[in-house]
């Protein structure tokens, strides 16, 4: 009775105690249904490495889609669609407005691109501040041990699919106008 292992039926959703089934591994047939079954440990250990493979993919890619303030470009989009389809129905009283017009989609577009612009100018600048700090800093001693990952973590560029932010104000511009002339106002 020593080698009692702790099992678990998937689809009874059931916890069973059992020897395993001398097959060598470690399984047992389940007590409810009769399929072979793994271990409590396995499927703990299964969940982790799921888990794990998740974080890393979500690490992997996250960098792809933005790095630094990057992430700001879509919820600008996102803002300014929100406001301006309240708005627009607001002032018309008219529910529908924002779907059968064009206009208020390319003005949010438009807005988006300039908080891009403006924004992504903004925190670029903070590179030239650093660059001009760390030529200071050289020029009057030489401790660098800090400074070097303060300065990794500044000069990285705010990106939104590898597109620097400030470049993502032409791209609305642009699109707001082809959704303009694509629907007519
Ligand atoms: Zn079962």
Redesign the pocket.
């Known amino acids: 009775m020593g080698s009692e292992l702790q099992f678990y039926?998937e689809?009874?959703e059931?916890n069973f105690e059992s020897e395993p089934d001398g097959t060598g591994y470690e399984q047992a047939p389940?007590p409810?249904?009769g399929?072979v079954?793994m271990t409590v440990a396995f499927h703990e250990e299964e969940r982790h490495r799921s888990r794990a493979d998740r974080a890393a993919f979500v690490g992997a890619v996250s960098p792809i889609v933005f790095t630094g303030y990057g992430f700001l470009v879509p919820l600008f989009c996102l803002a300014c669609v929100v406001v301006t389809e309240i708005t627009a129905e607001g002032i018309t009283k008219d529910d529908e407005y924002y779907q059968m017009h064009a206009w208020p989609l390319a003005f949010a577009m438009a807005c988006a691109g300039t908080l891009c612009l403006v924004t992504g100018k903004r925190l670029a600048e903070r590179f030239e501040q650093a660059d001009d700090q760390t030529g200071n800093e050289e020029t009057e001693d030489d401790e660098t041990g800090d400074d070097e990952t303060r300065d990794e973590e500044a000069s990285v560029p705010d990106t939104f699919f590898s597109v620097e932010m400030p470049y993502w104000g032409p791209i609305l511009f642009v699109v707001a106008l082809v959704s303009l002339f694509s629907r007519g106002l």
């Open positions: 039926c689809d009874c059931l389940c409810s249904c399929d079954c």
